[in-house]
Structures are given as structure tokens and as C-alpha cells.
């Protein structure tokens, strides 16, 4: 019998409904090969992101969040496990997401304007379609007089935004953000943060996004998942009780601060493992 | 445009003043004429021999253009064949490289048997040697795509044929413009040697017919059209590189 992957699920309000994750995984486990010997890199790695549901990843670098992604991305195969969207099986497909990287990887050689439209053309959709939603969103991100600039013309801060909407205007539901900040010094970064959480509030897009900062997982996120070190697997799953829309005050809430230790610590502990191994 | 001035004029400078001392010594030593003549004897005989001379620059125009052409086409094709078959680049790209070792002049008279006078030997001449930086460019070129954005294409779901036209190709624009320009200053002087061997019209035909006369003169003549060319080549690519990659601040500076 295949399990089935629509299941009655609470959602944040605490309301059942029977509709199927944006994204299931289920007991993935992959090793790379290296120098004739396994690296086990995800070990039995199962997580869900309901529909309209913002979920972080947290673990220590190196932990396998990002090949997760290229998983779930079709890209990479993993050794067993399933990985389900909208209750169909799609495990090793690929184009079911709209995707950032870690590095924005914008194409140098098309303006802003024609790099926030790539993954809409990718799809089909005719470009002066595209164009026309796109010109919305650049100015409503603070990008707009760019419209016409290549990348190299650009902050980090706003390249990062420009490759956000790229993967905002893909018309994939489940966005799969891979540290998008962690490239930026700590004040654009925060600057950021606030940026996205009144972007997502606004639209709420089923969100998969992988960081290392504590204070970004609990301020955006419904539920975290924190990661062991290698090989990654679930080490605990916390619902962030705070209501939406969210206002950044909630940082200094005595809820958000115990939150924050515990998971600093447990994340320590992972990073302090991970030494030892080395 | 004053920055344009700034770089100009000290290699103007430098030309003029070789050509003087050129001018000086021919009558200072009393160079005999079919030895060296001097500039000033050149440029007379440029205005009385100009209307041959433009016939003959003419054809020779239009082979060039017609073989680098089909030269670059060549070069192009095969790169795009063997990047998107990765068995056949493996079983090829050595003798590719190989290819080049055999020098085109020493080709050259054996095209002639094999296709006649006509323009089919030179054309192949040309494409000989046109067609292998320009392959070789444009392959390296696709090779260096950025793994970061060449994932990023692959997780979005785009096909191979969409990886190609929308990151490696405008990718290696770059690398397929240098490669094309070697191709165009090649191809001058492909044109240049497929004349020599067998041809009754051209530059490099007209320059073998003065010098078995010893009108050393024409045949300097000769050799500064065949520089201006192949500079003219050389810019107009120059130029469309300028239009086309003109996203590349790397460039620029
Ligand atoms: N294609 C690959 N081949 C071999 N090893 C890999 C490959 N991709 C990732 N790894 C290794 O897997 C581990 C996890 O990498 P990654 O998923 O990028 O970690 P994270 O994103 O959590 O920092 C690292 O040790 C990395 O070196
Ligand atoms: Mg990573």
C-alpha cells in the first residue's frame, strides 16, 4: 500500500482540512561518494510544509540543508524516501519549485527587469506578459529606476531582492529560500527580514527557507525544524506560537527570548559534535 | 572622445616618424628602388595602379567575407555539436587539435588538384583555418558556465534546450567573440594564400605577379591592403562585440 500523503492536518489556526501539503517529505536519507568511501549526508529526514505555511530549517553548516533542497528540486536523487507536493509524487522531478539560492546568481547579461522574469519564461509564459507583473513588484520591493540596470549596478541587499522576486513571480506555489541573507553585514540583513516578513504576510506563499540565524527562524516562520550535524537528520520541531502579522517587537518578548536560548543552545551542542567529529 | 585622442596619438607619432626615417635613409644610402623603395615612390604608384588596385582588393573583399563566413559558421556548429554530444567531443577534440599541426599552406596545393581554380578550394582554405579558434573559443566558453546559475536553471525546471539559449550561450558570448576575431585577421590571410596557389584575381595573386617582376614597390603596396583588411576585419568585430556583450563591465576595464 503507498501511504497516503493527504491526511487530516491542523493548520496554524488549529482548523482541519483535508488539503495536501504544499511539500512532504518523507524518510530521506542520501550519502555522496567520496574518495571510495560514503559521506552520509541526510540520514531519515522527514518534514511538511502545509499550504500557506511559512517553515524554516535551522542546523550547523555543512549539516545537508542545502543538498535537502537540491532534492526537492529534482536535482539530485536521494538514496530512499519520497518527496510528495500537493499530494502527487514528484520525488527526483524537476520544476516544481520556485527557487533562491544562496548566492543570488542573477544573469549578468539581462537587466533586472528580464532576470525577475526568467523562471515565468522558463515556464512559457510570454514575456510581455511577464514584463507587465513584473514592473508592479520591482517598485514594490525598492528596486524601482533599476528596472533597466544590470546586476554588477547593484548592492548585495538589492541583488538578493531581485533574485527574492524572481523566485516571488514564479508561478510555483512552495518557495525554497536557501539562506538568502547570509551573504549581507547584519544591519541589511535585519532590513531584510522585515522586508520579507511584510512581503510574505501580504501573500502567503507556502515558504521552505534555510538559515543559520535563530532570530530570522523565529521571527518569520510558523515552525521550526532543527537539524543535527552530519548526517542531518530532525532533532526537534518547535510551532512558533506567535500570531501574524507579526511586528518586530515580538524580539523582545520574554517567550521569543526562551526560545531563542533553547534553541541556541541545542544548537551549540550540534556545532560542538560537529568539532569533535572533524 | 578625448580619451580616444589621448590613446591615438602616440602611435601615430611613432609611424610617422618611422616612415620618415625610412624616407630619409632610401635617398640618404641611395637604396636602389626594386630594394626598398621609399614611401613617398609607394604612393605614387599607389594613385597610378588604383583602379587595378580596387578590382583586385575587391575580389579579394569578397572571398575573405564569403570564406569567413562559412569559416565561423563551421566553427560555431561544431561547437554546438560536440558540447550538446559529449561522446563525440570526447572522440573528436584530439583530432581537432590535431588538425591545426598540419599547416594550410602545405594543404593548400593539394585543394587545388582535388577541386580545380574555381572558388570551392579557396573557400575550404579559408574555413581551414577560420573555423578552429572559433570552435575551440566557444567550446571553452560553454564548458566555464557558472555551476551556481547552471543548478539554479536545472532546479526551476528548464529544459536543455532553454539551459543552452538562455545561460550557456549568452555565457560564452564572450569567449565566442574572441575566438571570432582571431577568425577574422585568419581569414585575410587564408584569402591571401588560396590567391597565391591558383587564382587570376586578388591581392595575394596580384602580389605574387609583381614580385616575379620585381616591382617591390607593388608589392608593399600589396602588403599594406592586406593590413588595412585584416585591421578592418578585426574592428568590425570589434565592434559588434561592443553592441552584443555590452553587459560585461569586465570588459570595459
Ligand atoms: N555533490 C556532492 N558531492 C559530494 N559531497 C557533497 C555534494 N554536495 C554536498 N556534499 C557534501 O555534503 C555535505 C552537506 O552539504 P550541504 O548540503 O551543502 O550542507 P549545508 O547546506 O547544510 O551547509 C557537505 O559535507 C558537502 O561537502
Ligand atoms: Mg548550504
Redesign the pocket.
Known amino acids: 500500500m503507498l501511504e497516503s500523503p493527504i491526511q487530516q492536518y491542523p493548520n496554524i489556526r488549529g482548523e482541519v482540512t483535508s488539503v495536501a501539503p504544499a511539500l512532504k517529505v518523507t524518510d530521506i536519507h542520501k550519502s ?3 574518495r571510495q568511501q560514503g ?1 552520509p ?1 541526510l540520514k531519515g529526514v522527514s518534514l511538511t510544509v502545509e499550504q500557506g505555511e511559512f517553515v524554516s530549517i535551522v ?1 550547523p ?8 533542497f537540491h532534492i526537492v528540486g529534482g536535482l ?1 536523487q536521494p538514496d530512499s524516501g519520497k518527496v510528495w507536493m500537493n499530494g502527487h509524487e514528484v520525488t527526483g522531478e524537476r520544476g516544481h519549485i520556485s527557487f533562491m539560492p544562496q548566492q543570488p546568481a542573477l544573469f549578468p547579461w539581462r537587466t533586472i527587469e528580464d532576470n525577475v522574469i526568467l523562471a515565468q519564461e522558463v515556464k512559457g509564459i510570454s514575456k510581455r506578459e511577464a514584463r507587465r507583473d513584473a514592473r508592479k513588484w520591482i517598485a514594490k520591493v525598492g528596486l524601482s529606476g533599476f528596472e533597466e540596470a544590470y546586476p554588477h549596478m547593484l548592492s548585495g541587499g538589492m541583488q538578493q531582492r531581485a533574485s527574492f522576486l524572481r523566485a516571488l513571480l514564479s508561478p510555483e506555489e512552495l518557495m525554497c529560500l536557501d539562506e538568502p541573507f547570509s551573504a549581507l553585514d547584519a544591519l541589511t540583513r535585519s532590513d531584510m527580514q522585515r522586508w520579507l516578513l511584510d512581503i510574505w504576510e501580504e501573500n502567503r506563499r507556502s515558504v521552505l527557507l ?1 538559515t543559520h540565524n535563530i532570530e530570522e527562524a523565529l521571527l518569520l516562520s510558523n515552525r521550526i525544524y532543527v537539524f543535527s550535524s ?1 548526517p ?1 537528520t530532525v532533532l526537534q520541531e518547535i510551532a512558533v506560537p506567535f500570531p501574524r502579522p507579526r511586528r518586530e517587537e515580538i524580539t523582545e518578548d520574554p517567550t521569543f527570548l526562551a526560545l531563542k536560548r533553547d534553541l541556541s543552545n541545542w544548537m551549540k551542542e550540534e556545532q560542538h559534535k560537529m568539532q569533535i567529529l572533524r | 572622445m578625448r580619451l580616444w585622442w589621448n590613446k591615438i596619438w602616440p602611435p601615430l607619432v611613432a609611424v610617422l616618424f618611422l616612415l620618415g626615417i625610412w624616407q630619409l635613409s632610401t635617398s640618404l644610402f641611395e637604396i636602389e628602388k626594386w630594394i626598398l623603395p621609399s614611401p613617398i615612390n609607394i604612393a605614387r604608384e599607389v594613385l597610378t595602379e588604383s583602379s587595378r588596385l580596387w578590382e583586385h582588393t575587391l575580389a579579394t573583399v569578397k572571398l575573405t567575407g564569403i570564406g569567413f563566413t562559412i569559416g565561423t559558421s563551421v566553427g560555431l556548429l561544431i561547437a554546438i555539436v560536440l558540447h550538446s554530444i559529449p561522446f563525440l567531443k570526447s572522440a573528436l577534440y584530439p583530432l581537432l587539435i590535431l588538425s591545426q599541426n598540419v599547416p594550410t599552406i602545405a594543404l593548400a596545393p593539394l585543394l587545388m588538384i582535388w577541386f580545380g581554380f574555381g572558388l570551392l578550394p579557396k573557400i575550404i582554405v579559408i574555413t581551414l583555418v577560420c573555423f578552429f579558434p572559433v570552435a575551440i573559443a566557444m567550446m571553452s566558453g560553454l564548458r566555464q558556465t557558472d555551476p551556481i546559475m547552471l543548478s539554479y536553471m536545472r532546479m526551476i525546471g528548464a529544459s536543455k534546450r532553454q539551459i543552452f539559449v538562455k545561460l550557456e550561450l549568452p555565457h560564452a558570448l564572450p569567449s565566442i567573440f574572441s575566438g571570432i576575431k582571431i577568425a577574422a585577421t585568419y581569414s585575410v590571410m587564408g584569402a591571401v594564400i588560396a590567391e597565391w596557389i591558383g587564382s587570376d584575381k586578388g591581392i595575394g595573386y596580384y602580389m605574387m605577379l609583381q614580385k616575379s617582376s620585381y616591382r617591390t614597390d607593388r608589392v608593399f603596396i600589396a602588403i599594406s591592403i592586406i593590413v588595412m583588411l585584416s585591421l578592418t576585419m578585426f574592428a568590425i568585430i570589434a565592434l559588434l562585440e561592443k553592441w552584443f556583450v555590452r553587459w560585461n563591465r569586465r570588459q570595459e576595464s
Open positions: 555522496f561518494n567520496r559521506l549526508v542546523g553548516s555543512g549539516c545537508g540543508k542545502s543538498t535537502l539530485v534555510i552530519r542531518g
